[in-house]
Nanobody
């Protein structure tokens, strides 16, 4: 199983930028799909973005398209989420996730993950 650790959260003003990182360790080989989710207070956890570990195809929630960019560095076993033009509505705890196997992308986007990180807080002030 893969272990995930997020970093890079913080407090930023609306319109600002942050970059989150997710370091993977353990079983990091194989056809993983990795992604980011977020959970705001009183709301359910929602999908943000996903990336395949091989090939690098990306997928985004409509709410972040054009503002967020997901990427990965295979050599460092690290995934990133560059967040630009942040809005107060982006305030949440952000989690990284990883899914192996067939239909991994579809399952991950539905919230099914083999591993979750501990989360990192992102707060956007107005």
């Amino acid at each position: 199983q893969v272990q995930l650790v997020e970093s890079g959260g913080g407090l930023v003003q609306a319109g600002g930028s942050l970059r989150l990182s997710c370091a993977a360790s353990g079983r990091t080989y194989g056809t993983y799909v990795m992604g980011w989710f977020r959970q705001a207070p009183g709301k359910e956890r929602e999908f943000v973005a996903a990336i395949s570990w091989i090939g690098g195809s990306t997928h985004y929630a409509d709410s972040v398209k054009g503002r967020f960019t997901i990427s990965r560095d295979n050599a460092k076993n690290t995934m990133y989420l560059q967040m630009n033009s942040l809005k107060p509505a982006d305030t949440a705890v952000y989690y990284c996730a990883a899914k192996l196997g067939t239909s991994a992308l579809v399952l991950l986007m539905r919230g099914s993950s083999d591993s979750w990180g501990q989360g990192t807080q992102v707060t956007v002030s107005s």
